[in-house]
């Protein structure tokens, strides 16, 4: 039977990824448990100090009687796993920098812009996600009729949207429209655009009415029918929004060359981290001079699956 793990971590699609992804990746089964706050506007950093109150402070986080790793993603997840942890002795293997004492997990994966470093500290370049050869391939022949209807190259675009650091409404939108526009007719390539769940509705709207004429296609489903993993594997270049640490990573997971898509804000941590990829050539701005040809895949969460398991010796 393989290793059962429980994933910890706020409910959101980024968190749920890269926790999913590392488990999978490892052989391990799992299962999802989200944090979620009782209390509306509660300050979890003043919570956290009352310990085991915090559980009394959230919506039930059940560990199976098969649980026998917890897989915690970013700040809030953190303090939640590390008290389960302690509770039922389980290891803690703690994604993104938890902002606490990293004394109480096995293990800490980080990416190299979050500077931590440690005995326990695993540092890796991209974030940890599922996006595998398998999965391509079979998204790849799920996807390809769909996707790519003539001979013409195909530019995906994978949008994010407004977060704590940058913003992606209808003025970005606009700039992204042309800047798109101009790349695909230049280039005499087709376009396949889908959007996420924080993705404004008005923006999308405005994309749509800007470059459908063009010819640009917007896909979008849910479950089986997301047509994301499929735009991965069948483009020949992807642009991604700067937003999201996440989606970049799967992008550059796959031998396409990557545009960066720039948006209103400033993440200092999230520039850090699209530095380090232009600085080893993987990804660049996404303007009309960009390269086309194909790139040598960039994937780190192999590594990190090697570390975890040298540590449970499994």
């Known amino acids: 039977m393989p290793i059962h793990a429980t994933l910890i971590a706020e409910n959101y699609a980024g968190h749920l990824s890269q926790g999913k992804g590392l488990a999978e990746r490892a052989g391990f089964s799992w299962d999802f448990q989200p944090v979620i706050f009782r209390k509306k506007g509660l300050i979890p950093r003043l919570v956290f100090r009352s310990g085991f109150q915090t559980l009394r402070q959230i919506e039930p986080v059940i560990l199976t009687p098969q649980t026998e790793i917890i897989i915690s993603m970013a700040g809030k997840g953190s303090r939640v796993a590390a008290l389960l942890g302690k509770r039922y002795n389980l290891p803690v293997i703690q994604i993104q920098d938890p902002r606490m004492s990293v004394r109480d997990f096995s293990l800490v994966i980080v990416n190299e ?46 949008l994010g949207g407004t977060n704590g650091r940058y913003v992606f409404e209808e003025r970005e939108a606009a700039k992204l429209s042309e800047q798109i526009r101009d790349f695909i007719i230049l280039h005499q390539m087709e376009c396949i655009i889908t959007s996420s769940r924080r993705t404004s509705e008005k923006a999308l709207f405005l994309m749509k009415t800007f470059l459908q004429p063009y010819g640009v296609r917007f896909l979008s489903g849910e479950g089986e029918e997301n047509p994301y993993l499929g735009i991965l594997a ?33 993440s200092g941590r999230l520039r850090s981290f699209v530095e380090g990829l232009q600085e080893v050539g993987r990804v660049v701005a996404f303007d009309k001079n960009m390269p086309l040809l194909p790139m040598e895949k960039l994937d780190d969460t192999p590594l990190a699956v090697e570390r975890i398991k040298q540590k449970l010796k499994c």
């Open 234 to 266: 069948c483009s020949d270049c992807l642009a991604v929004t700067e937003d999201s640490v996440s989606m970049i990573s799967e992008a550059v997971a796959t031998s396409c060359p990557v545009g960066i898509l720039p948006l209103s804000g400033h």
């Open 113 to 158: 812009h979050d500077r931590l470093r440690g005995d326990k500290v695993v540092t890796i370049r991209t974030a940890l996600h599922g996006v595998t050869e398998e999965k391509l391939s079979q998204a790849r022949q799920k996807w390809k009729p769909v996707i790519r209807q003539t001979n013409r190259r195909i530019l995906g675009v994978l």
